[in-house]
T-cell receptor
Framework: DQQVKQNSPSLSVQEGRISILNCDYTNSMFDYFLWYKKYPAEGPTFLISISSIKDKNEDGRFTVFLNKSAKHLSLHIVPSQPGDSAVYFCAASPNFGNEKLTFGTGTRLTIIP | KAGVTQTPRYLIKTRGQQVTLSCSPISGHRSVSWYQQTPGQGLQFLFEYFSETQRNKGNFPGRFSGRQFSNSRSEMNVSTLELGDSALYLC???????????????FGPGTRLTVL
């Protein structure tokens, strides 16, 4: 039972445009969400997080939006750069992050120059 | 500051064998978590150790075990290997226990295990 779902295994976006990566979850106990980026042969690196008391969190070119009623979050990257090409994982945790993370299966983002 | 290191980076074993993977966290970090990454399931949590104690455990069979030493280094052991155990095994370290505050987990490069 996949409690965190990333339904798009891959996404291609033109350089300079907006990249939108989506994530859905089924467990209503999740209240802390994170995005990780992973390059080949490296471990995931933390990008940005959001707590369920917020609906938006911004950090430079990265913005995460949370829609609790729809159990949906999205990561926006603006403008997209070639170095953003990687696999992006969303992760969720209950109890404001006090429990283990559950990860989605990842979306491979390719930025086209 | 050196990052999280994992050894070995690649490993090939046959069914029925056992394997031990090692993880050295970032200096000063006391929490080590282990994850299994497969193409179909993504990243799945195995267990977390903090100060030599297992704090959390994922839904994996008892063939998967781990431990943490007093210097925070951690080992993961898989006994009686099955073909389905082929995966990338990642460990992550954090300064404090996962979820305590907003500390971030830092991942190592992983160990690629292939079971033939």
């Amino acid at each position: 039972d996949q409690q965190v779902k990333q339904n798009s295994p891959s996404l291609s976006v033109q350089e300079g445009r907006i990249s939108i990566l989506n994530c859905d979850y089924t467990n209503s106990m999740f209240d802390y969400f994170l995005w990780y980026k992973k390059y080949p042969a490296e471990g995931p690196t933390f990008l940005i997080s959001i707590s369920s008391i917020k609906d938006k969190n911004e950090d430079g070119r990265f913005t995460v939006f949370l829609n609790k009623s729809a159990k949906h979050l999205s990561l926006h990257i603006v403008p997209s750069q070639p170095g953003d090409s990687a696999v992006y994982f969303c992760a969720a945790s209950p109890n404001f992050g006090n429990e283990k993370l559950t990860f989605g299966t990842g979306t491979r983002l390719t930025i086209i120059p | 500051k050196a990052g999280v290191t994992q050894t070995p980076r690649y490993l090939i074993k046959t069914r029925g064998q056992q394997v031990t993977l090692s993880c050295s966290p970032i200096s000063g970090h006391r929490s080590v978590s282990w994850y299994q990454q497969t193409p179909g399931q993504g990243l799945q949590f195995l267990f977390e150790y903090f100060s030599e104690t297992q704090r959390n455990k994922g839904n994996f069979p008892g063939r998967f075990s781990g431990r943490q030493f007093s210097n925070s280094r951690s080992e993961m052991n898989v006994s009686t290997l099955e073909l389905g155990d082929s995966a990338l095994y990642l460990c992550a370290s954090s300064l404090v226990a996962v979820g305590t505050g907003t500390d971030t987990q830092y991942f190592g490069p992983g160990t690629r295990l292939t079971v033939l």
